[in-house]
């Protein structure tokens, strides 16, 4: 086994890979003794997303070489991230022989293990690297007045603006 993950909740791993399948067509995944990456611009190159697991928030990491880089269908993936539940923990395996990414649900109560194979796509994943751009705001906000703020916005438009002033951000729609 080349590579193996262990992410220890199903929904939190879920919610990342809709992310992701609302943008992309494909997840270039870049495993390193440090973590997962995946580091993809939209097919239009306007928007980067960069993901980044660190080892730590994994229950169990192996990676036996120094990097694996795979690429999977966003689809697929998401069509099984779904499935999983808040009792489950997913293991990610790795399987070069058949081509596949194994994806396993671990329920944590009963030990149920429910087993999805996602086919692995041809190509090679372009490594980018992070833009070095200077931020000049910064703002922090509860996650739900700002999930409550894009499904507002989602009601009258499908683009978000946001503007900083001294003492407050204002979103138009």
């Known amino acids: 086994m ?44 306007t928007t980067m997303i960069i993901l980044r697991l660190p080892m730590a928030a994994f229950e ?17 993936l998401n069509r099984i991230a779904k499935r999983g539940t808040r009792n489950d923990l997913v293991e990610l395996k790795l399987d070069e022989e058949r081509r596949r990414l194994e994806v396993n649900f671990i329920d944590k109560k009963t030990g149920v293990v429910r087993s999805f194979y996602v086919p692995l796509r041809e ?27 894009i ?8 683009e978000v603006e ?4 001294e003492d407050r951000i204002e979103v138009y729609a």
């Open 2 to 45: 080349g590579f193996r993950a262990v992410y220890p909740t199903a929904t939190k791993f879920k919610y990342i890979i809709q992310t992701i399948a609302k943008v992309m067509d494909e997840v270039p995944f870049i495993a390193t003794q440090d973590g997962i990456d995946v580091r993809t611009l939209t097919p239009d190159k």
């Open 60 to 76: 169990e990491y192996e990676l036996n070489e120094d990097k694996k880089t795979f690429i999977v269908p966003a689809d697929e």
């Open 123 to 149: 190509g090679v994943v372009e490594e980018f690297s992070e833009p070095q751009v200077e931020l000049t705001v910064t703002a922090r906000m509860m996650a739900d007045d700002f999930k409550n703020i």
């Open 151 to 158: 499904n507002d916005a989602k009601i009258v438009s499908d």
């Open 162 to 165: 946001f503007s900083s002033y």
